[in-house]
Structures are given as structure tokens and as C-alpha cells.
Nanobody
Framework: QVYLAESGGGLVQPGGSLRLACTAS????????IGWFRQAPEKQREAVLC????????YYEDSVKGRFTISRDNAKNTVYLHMNRLEPEDTAVYYC??????????????????WGKGTLVTVSS
């Protein structure tokens, strides 16, 4: 059974950095695409960025370009979201997700059928 779990959220000051982790079970992460999504208070969930199995990164939110990136640790079956120069507007619950059925490409961020429960990131002074 596919299972995703996020961790690493918390409170950070504007301009700070944070690393979120998405750990998978039930499948090998290095073979498939993983996307990161977020939902800010009173807003709809939005796609942020996605890493294909070949580690190509697709950005769906222009405001994070140059600040957010993704890395993988295959030995830990974990994908990381590295967030730098955080802004109050980045405050949201962050989710990792993958497609159903599992795909190697990001499918333009659509068709995500497996989701973690999310981790809260709060950017505030």
C-alpha cells in the first residue's frame, strides 16, 4: 500500500530556510514523480513544484522559483523540499503527493492520487 508522510514543518522567520521531508512506503520513490502542494488559510490547494523520476523539476508557482528546490535520498526513500528566503506568503500546509497510477513524469501536476497528511509551515516574525 502506498503511503506518504511529510515532516519538518514549523515556525520560521521571514528570510529563513526550512527543509520538509516526504517519506514513502509501499513503493520506491526513485522510480516515480513526487510533487509538493500547499494550501494557505482560506485558499485552495495549489501545486508548487514537482520532481520527475529523472530529477527534472517543474515549477507551477512562479513565486518559489529560485527559492525552492527538491532533492532525493533514495536510501531513505525520502524526497526533500528545500525552502529558502521564506516569505509570509509561503505560510501554508504543505503536502507531498504522487500520481495514481504511479508515473515517472509529473503529469503537469495533475492526477495526484496519493497524498500525505501535510505539515504546517508558518513564516512569521
Amino acid at each position: 500500500q502506498v503511503y506518504l508522510a511529510e515532516s519538518g514543518g514549523g515556525l520560521v522567520q521571514p528570510g529563513g530556510s526550512l527543509r520538509l521531508a516526504c517519506t514513502a512506503s509501499g513503493f520506491a520513490l526513485d522510480w516515480y514523480a513526487i510533487g509538493w502542494f500547499r494550501q494557505a488559510p482560506e485558499k485552495q490547494r495549489e501545486a508548487v513544484l514537482c520532481s520527475s523520476s529523472s530529477k527534472d523539476i517543474s515549477y507551477y508557482e512562479d513565486s518559489v522559483k529560485g527559492r525552492f528546490t527538491i532533492s532525493r535520498d533514495n536510501a531513505k526513500n525520502t524526497v526533500y523540499l528545500h525552502m529558502n528566503r521564506l516569505e509570509p506568503e509561503d505560510t501554508a500546509v504543505y503536502y507531498c503527493a504522487t500520481t495514481y497510477p504511479l508515473l515517472r513524469n509529473c503529469n503537469d501536476g495533475h492526477g495526484m492520487g496519493y497524498w500525505g497528511k501535510g505539515t504546517l509551515v508558518t513564516v512569521s516574525s
